[in-house]
């Protein structure tokens, strides 16, 4: 469920030879400085990438149609990871519990919005009105 072979080779093709990325072995241009924060507009639409392989991704899902269907229900999604975290959390009931009650969350971002709210106290409020949570 992998799409990163894919968008490397994209990006190897379009950036050519030159500095390797640490994290992924993919090699960029020596004028593409991997951390900067630059802009990468796409020329189909006003979407814009503060990162080149996004701007793949982006292309990939939205202009071309690519969609990773899962295998055991409708539900389809434009990358793989988001299609593996659906079929964890909706056809493998992975569950992130909580070690101070009996909460169970999907993923670690809601548990970690639940510990902050239920036990740390800590709450969001909107900036545009009064709720919080």
């Known amino acids: 469920l992998d799409d990163s072979n894919v968008e490397h080779s994209e990006i190897a093709k379009i950036k050519g030879d030159g500095k390797e990325s640490q994290q992924c072995k993919v090699r960029y241009s ?4 991997i ?3 630059n802009r990468y507009p796409c020329d189909q639409c006003e979407h814009t990438a503060t990162q080149f392989h996004h701007l ?4 990939k ?3 071309e149609g690519i969609r990773y269907q899962c295998d055991e229900c409708d539900y389809s999604a434009a990358r793989p990871y988001v299609l ?3 079929i964890e959390t909706k ?13 169970k969350a999907t993923n670690s971002y809601r548990l970690k919005r639940h510990k ?3 036990h740390e106290g800590i709450r969001y409020s909107c900036d545009q009105c009064d709720y919080f949570t």
Do not use: A, F, L, T
Not at 30 to 33: A, I, M, Q
Not at 56 to 59: A, F, L
């Open 35 to 37: 951390s900067d924060k």
């Open 56 to 59: 793949i991704k982006h292309k």
């Open 116 to 118: 902050e709210n239920k």
């Open 91 to 103: 056809h493998e009931g992975i569950r992130y519990p909580c070690d101070q009650c009996d909460y």
């Open 30 to 33: 020596e004028d593409e400085n």
């Open 84 to 86: 593996k975290k659906h």
């Open 61 to 63: 899902s939205v202009h």
